[in-house]
């Protein structure tokens, strides 16, 4: 990754220069023209065109050869088939940044794509910086460098603030812009990086992390190229305090490659970047509104200090949506504390009800403006609460402003964040132009406010967890195996049969059943006396990797005819399922029984690597799909949280008087899988294994099923 400080001329320049720029307004090169001299920026403007001899009263040269100086960066509006060729000249000026806003490059395809390799190639040479091609721009608010086209700036300000915010769709990224906007949410640097041919998200995502007007860094993200880099920028995030809150588009598995395991199949893109946020301290979002409530929260609210959550309501109906909205995302509603209850008991008649949720239905304030705002003062001072709610309905005109400005009063003097939900439409405008205005932070949707709240409560506990896990050294959790070892059994071998995978998952001394491969029926049955009956049977072939559909898996057998028969027979249903496939034996196990079955498995993401994978069995991941995940490799914090995330969670901790089951040894194999998945990953594609029965607290667990894909393995590529 390239220094940061690389990207400065581009961010923050001291003088401009615009190939293509034109008189015509509604072109990119006038555009730009027209939003520099319209937005005050105080650099040098250098327009380029050889048609005119000057616009807008400035200079314009026929050429970047011919300016007075290297400009710090240059923006380039000309056919495709000419940036090239601009961008050689820009560096033989010395320009060491550019933005290519003309589009017809790989967005195209074909030709198209060809010609982005070659500005690659050209970029590496000359050492340039390029955020492009087909990108509407930059725009520094605390410069006035609007060096974009998008027409957020067609209005007569654009607002400084402390949000910076990067998006990969342009048309979207100005549409999000002009809303916050409307909101008087103001930012740092809007960045659209285009088509990436250099500058991508994560670059610009850094530059911001290290900004030191920035506080709160939001994108809207279609691909992360480079896993590595983000992951660390997102661990540099945290340790600045920058949250960082990301709008992820496409959601959907289509396309995605069908995988040999439950794990592959279950571990879509989409839940892997969801992990990779939720596994290093990025907040993800669902859509705009939900981007534009977290973003203004976190602009201006301060952390809080715990989820105990105090309303002051102007309608009773609203107070238990917000209940009910609390208890959905994990929120408390607590008692007030005596002593609140006796400083509000002084000012308030005999009738009123001194709760929380507080209802001002009752018209109380008659003593005024000082007197509401004393009140909810002693409310949100109280030492049960860290967040404060308003919630407000129809209260509109002059009485909204004034209600408005009580609220305001309180987040200013309350040391806990202190929000707005306001029911009403736009007759309470008044009031919502005076929180728009504050550190109360308004908001038009319940859900919102507490989601938002939810996803500030998460990153404040997330990254008090983060900084306490730096300081006493204990990010990763390490479990140890015997490498070698492990990869002796892989060498040579194309394809592993259920027993070779297990007998890796020894090297990791990861639990599993009792077995042994049999190659009679006679063995086979000696093989079970010596396990202990009722046994399990199963097809042994490295070709035959789902046993069920070959038919070759026989339960609960208790005898030795039994056995023998079924051997006989497991070996002709193989041949019969799979006349090519080479047939080992048949695999005798011990039976489990009393437990509850898990799924583990680690697959590999195209974007970030190797991810693990936990379920419940059954109809939890069959149907419902009720898995979580992780990027590895994973520490011990991760490994719990993912058994509490699962909706299996309830049954795993003895729900309806069933025993608890052992989460230790669920943590343990987590940990010691991902072991074995960093050590191996460069021969393995998938690990699957299921059911894994986890027996009652202090009894451990057992792998009874587990699948190994090799890298070359055919399967791994079905």
């Known amino acids: 990754?390239?220094?940061?400080?690389?990207?400065?001329?581009?961010?923050?320049?001291?003088?401009?220069?615009?190939?293509?720029?034109?008189?015509?307004?509604?072109?990119?090169?006038?555009?730009?023209?027209?939003?520099?001299?319209?937005?005050?920026?105080?650099?040098?403007?250098?327009?380029?065109?050889?048609?005119?001899?000057?616009?807008?009263?400035?200079?314009?040269?026929?050429?970047?050869?011919?300016?007075?100086?290297?400009a710090d960066t240059v923006l380039v509006s000309i056919a495709?088939?000419?940036?090239?060729?601009?961008?050689?000249?820009?560096?033989?000026?010395?320009?060491?940044?550019?933005?290519?806003?003309?589009?017809?490059?790989?967005?195209?395809?074909?030709?198209?794509?060809?010609?982005?390799?070659?500005?690659?190639?050209?970029?590496?040479?000359?050492?340039?910086?390029?955020?492009?091609?087909?990108?509407?721009?930059?725009?520094?608010?605390?410069?006035?460098?609007?060096?974009?086209?998008?027409?957020?700036?067609?209005?007569?300000?654009?607002?400084?603030?402390?949000?910076?915010?990067?998006?990969?769709?342009?048309a979207m990224g100005g549409s999000f812009i002009d809303r916050c906007q409307d909101r008087n949410m103001?930012?740092?640097?809007?960045?659209?990086?285009?088509?990436?041919?250099?500058?991508?998200?994560?670059?610009?995502?850094?530059?911001?992390?290290?900004?030191?007007?920035?506080?709160?860094?939001?994108?809207?993200?279609?691909?992360?190229?480079?896993?590595?880099?983000?992951?660390?920028?997102?661990?540099?995030?945290?340790?600045?305090?920058?949250?960082?809150?990301i709008l992820k588009v496409g959601v959907t598995q289509a396309g995605a490659k069908a995988a040999a395991s439950h794990t592959g199949a279950l571990a879509g893109?989409?839940?892997?970047?969801?992990a990779a946020f939720r596994q290093n301290g990025v907040i993800s979002v669902e859509d705009f509104d939900h981007l534009l409530a977290t973003a203004k929260l976190f602009s201006k609210s301060k952390l809080p200090r715990?989820?105990?959550?105090?309303?002051?309501?102007?309608?009773?109906?609203?107070?238990?949506?917000?209940?009910?909205?609390?208890?959905?995302?994990?929120?408390?509603?607590?008692?007030?504390?005596?002593?609140?209850?006796?400083?509000?008991?002084?000012?308030?008649?005999?009738?009123?009800?001194?709760?929380?949720?507080?209802?001002?239905?009752?018209?109380?304030?008659?003593?005024?403006?000082?007197?509401?705002?004393?009140?909810?003062?002693?409310?949100?001072?109280?030492?049960?609460?860290?967040?404060?709610?308003?919630?407000?309905?129809?209260?509109?005109?002059?009485?909204?402003?004034?209600?408005a400005i009580s609220m305001v009063a309180t987040?200013?003097?309350?040391?806990?964040?202190?929000?707005?939900?306001?029911?009403?439409?736009?007759?309470?405008?008044?009031?919502?132009?005076?929180?728009?205005?504050s550190s109360n932070i308004l908001f038009k949707s319940p859900d919102r406010c507490v989601k938002a709240l939810k996803a500030m409560l998460d990153y404040a506990r997330f990254r008090n967890q983060h900084i306490g896990l730096q300081n006493v050294d204990q990010k990763i959790t390490v479990r140890t195996g015997d490498r070698s070892r492990a990869q002796e059994l892989l060498r040579g071998k194309a394809g592993l049969t259920e027993h070779q995978a297990k007998l890796i998952l020894d090297c990791y001394e990861i639990p599993r059943v009792r077995e042994a491969v049999a190659q009679s029926a006679r063995q086979a049955a000696q093989i079970a006396e010596d396990l202990g009956y009722p046994v399990a049977m199963k097809i042994s072939s490295p070709q035959i990797i789902h046993k069920t559909e070959a038919g070759g898996v026989r339960l609960n057998l208790t005898k030795k005819t039994e056995v023998k028969d079924t051997y006989r027979e497991l070996l002709r249903r193989g041949e019969s399922y799979n006349p090519d496939a080479l047939i080992e034996g048949v695999l005798i196990q011990e039976m489990v029984n009393g437990g509850v079955e898990i799924i583990i498995g680690m697959s590999k993401d195209p974007t970030f690597g190797p991810t693990i994978m936990l379920g419940l069995g059954g109809i939890f991941v069959e149907i419902l799909k009720d898995v979580s995940l992780r990027v590895l490799p994973v520490t011990q914090k991760d490994a719990e949280e993912m058994i509490r995330e699962i909706k299996g969670y309830e049954v795993l901790k003895g729900a309806r008087g069933k025993p608890k089951m052992d989460l230790k040894a669920i943590t343990d194999i987590l940990l010691k899988v991902s072991a074995l998945s960093m050590d191996l990953g460069d021969s393995i594609s998938e690990i699957d294994l299921n059911p894994v029965i986890i027996l009652p607290e202090g009894r451990g667990a057992k792998?009874?099923?587990?699948?190994?894909?090799?890298?070359?393995?055919?399967?791994?590529?079905?």
């Open 1 to 70: 990754m390239m220094m940061d400080s690389d990207l400065t001329p581009m961010l923050s320049p001291k003088s401009v220069a615009v190939i293509g720029a034109s008189p015509e307004a509604g072109s990119v090169g006038g555009l730009v023209l027209n939003y520099l001299i319209k937005f005050g920026y105080q650099g040098k403007i250098y327009p380029v065109n050889p048609k005119y001899g000057d616009l807008q009263g400035i200079r314009c040269y026929p050429s970047i050869k011919e300016i007075p100086e290297a």
């Open 80 to 170: 495709a088939k000419y940036v090239i060729p601009a961008i050689q000249d820009c560096a033989a000026r010395g320009i060491k940044t550019a933005i290519i806003a003309t589009a017809g490059f790989a967005e195209l395809g074909g030709e198209g794509k060809k010609l982005q390799e070659e500005l690659h190639q050209v970029i590496r040479q000359q050492g340039m910086r390029v955020c492009g091609p087909n990108c509407n721009g930059i725009v520094n608010f605390y410069e006035n460098a609007t060096l974009c086209f998008s027409r957020f700036m067609e209005g007569d300000k654009i607002h400084q603030g402390n949000i910076g915010f990067i998006t990969q769709s342009g």
């Open 186 to 245: 103001g930012f740092t640097y809007y960045l659209a990086p285009g088509n990436e041919v250099d500058v991508d998200v994560v670059d610009f995502m850094s530059f911001l992390v290290e900004d030191e007007n920035t506080k709160v860094i939001t994108a809207y993200v279609e691909q992360i190229r480079d896993a590595q880099k983000f992951l660390q920028v997102a661990r540099r995030a945290v340790e600045k305090e920058k949250p960082i809150i």
């Open 269 to 274: 893109s989409h839940r892997v970047y969801e």
């Open 306 to 403: 715990g989820n105990r959550v105090g309303v002051l309501s102007s309608s009773g109906g609203g107070s238990i949506m917000l209940a009910d909205r609390c208890e959905k995302y994990g929120l408390e509603m607590p008692s007030l504390s005596d002593k609140t209850k006796e400083e509000l008991g002084k000012l308030l008649p005999s009738f009123a009800t001194i709760e929380n949720p507080m209802d001002l239905t009752w018209g109380a304030f008659r003593g005024g403006p000082e007197a509401e705002q004393k009140m909810f003062k002693i409310f949100a001072d109280d030492e049960n609460l860290d967040i404060i709610v308003f919630m407000m309905t129809m209260v509109a005109g002059e009485r909204a402003r004034g209600r």
């Open 411 to 437: 987040a200013a003097h309350v040391d806990k964040p202190c929000v707005t939900w306001w029911a009403a439409g736009n007759l309470a405008g008044p009031g919502f132009r005076i929180l728009d205005e």
């Open 703 to 718: 792998v009874v099923d587990a699948m190994i894909v090799r890298r070359t393995d055919p399967t791994s590529e079905s």
